[in-house]
C-alpha cells in the first residue's frame, strides 16, 4: 500500500485523471489524502467531486474554504461569486448527493502511518493548539456542518472576527474561529491574532506578522502537518510540514508525495496544468 497526499483541485478534474494515472494510483491498495478546496475556479468542480466520492474508502478529502463556499452558496447563505466555476454542481442532477457527501468530510484528519501519525488539513492550526486538540476543535464543526443546523451555521460562518483563539468563547464565534484557521490562515502574529490581508509568499511576511508555521512555541510543532490553500507559498517540505499547493488553477501544477515507510521518505509528484483564472 502507497500513501499520497496532493494539493488543491479546485476543479481541475482532468489534472486529477492525469496525477492518478502518474502515481499508478490503485483504490484497492494505496490511499490518497486531498488538502481541500476540490471545487471552485477551476472547469470541472462536479467532475472532481464525482470521482473523490467514487473513490470513497480510497480518497480522503478534507474541507477547505471553497468546499465550505459551495456549500453556503448552495444553501442560500452567500451570494456566488463572479469567479465561482460552481454552476455545474448547482444544476446536475446529482446535486443533492454531491452536496451531502461534501457536508460529511472533516476539517481536519489524523492519519496513522506505521508508528507514527501525522495531520492533514487545508490551511493552518493556530499556535495555541496541539494536534489533539485541533482534530477536537475541527470534530466541532464537523458535528454542525452534518447536522439540521447547517443552513443557520453557514449564515453566520463569514468574518474575520473573533481574530484570537480563546477557550472560553461559544456559540458562532466559536466555529468561525476554527473554521477561519482551518480553512484560511496563512499568517498570524506571533501570539495567534489571525490576519486575513495578507497573501503573500512566507518570505515575504507583512510587519508583526509571521506564517502561522513559525510561530514561537506552536503547540502542534512536533507533528507533521500536510496543508493547501497557500499558492504562493507553494512547494514546502520540512520535518513538521507539508505545502502542497502548487497553483495548479493558476497554471502551476498539482502536486502529491508518497510517503516512504517513514514520515521524513518522501517522493514528489507534479503534473502541468493549463491555466483556468489568473490570481487576483
Known amino acids: 500500500m502507497s500513501v499520497y497526499c496532493a494539493g488543491d483541485l479546485q ?5 486529477f485523471a492525469r496525477m492518478l494515472a502518474e502515481i499508478g494510483f490503485s483504490p484497492s491498495r494505496d490511499r490518497l489524502y486531498l488538502l481541500g478546496d476540490l471545487v471552485n475556479r477551476g472547469p470541472k468542480s462536479a467532475s472532481a467531486l464525482r470521482r473523490c466520492r467514487a473513490l470513497e474508502g480510497s480518497v480522503f478529502p478534507v474541507l477547505g474554504n471553497h468546499d465550505l463556499h459551495l456549500l453556503a452558496v448552495a444553501h442560500g447563505a452567500r451570494a456566488p461569486s463572479r469567479r465561482d ?3 455545474d454542481i448547482l444544476q446536475a442532477e446529482d446535486r443533492a448527493d454531491l452536496l451531502d457527501w461534501l457536508r460529511r468530510q472533516p476539517l481536519a484528519r489524523r492519519v496513522e502511518h506505521g ?4 495531520l492533514t488539513l487545508h490551511a493552518g492550526a493556530l499556535p495555541q493548539w496541539s494536534a489533539a486538540q485541533t482534530l477536537t476543535l475541527s470534530g466541532e464543526v464537523e458535528q454542525v456542518l452534518q447536522s439540521d443546523a447547517l443552513p443557520r451555521f453557514l449564515a453566520q460562518m463569514y468574518g474575520n472576527t473573533p481574530a484570537r483563539w480563546s477557550d472560553d468563547l461559544g456559540g458562532y464565534d466559536r466555529l468561525r474561529v476554527i473554521v477561519n484557521a482551518l480553512t484560511r490562515l496563512r499568517f498570524c502574529t506571533p501570539s495567534g491574532v489571525m490576519d486575513f490581508d495578507s497573501a503573500e509568499s512566507a518570505s515575504a511576511a507583512p510587519p508583526g506578522l509571521v ?4 510561530a514561537p512555541q506552536r503547540a502542534s510543532a512536533g507533528t507533521l502537518i500536510a496543508f493547501g490553500h497557500w499558492s504562493t507559498l507553494g512547494w514546502m517540505s520540512r520535518p513538521d510540514l507539508l505545502s ?4 495548479c488553477v493558476w497554471g502551476g501544477c498539482l502536486t502529491a508525495v508518497r510517503l516512504g515507510a517513514s514520515l521524513q521518505e518522501r517522493e514528489r509528484f507534479s503534473v502541468r496544468c493549463p491555466q483556468a483564472q489568473e490570481p487576483g
Not at 115 to 118: K, L, R
Not at 211 to 214: G, I, T
Request: aromatic fraction near 16%; proline fraction near 5%.
Open 85 to 87: 466555476t460552481l454552476g
Open 11 to 15: 476543479g481541475c478534474d482532468d489534472a
Open 244 to 247: 502542497l499547493d502548487t497553483g
Open 115 to 118: 508508528a507514527e501519525h501525522f
Open 211 to 214: 506564517p502561522w508555521f513559525d
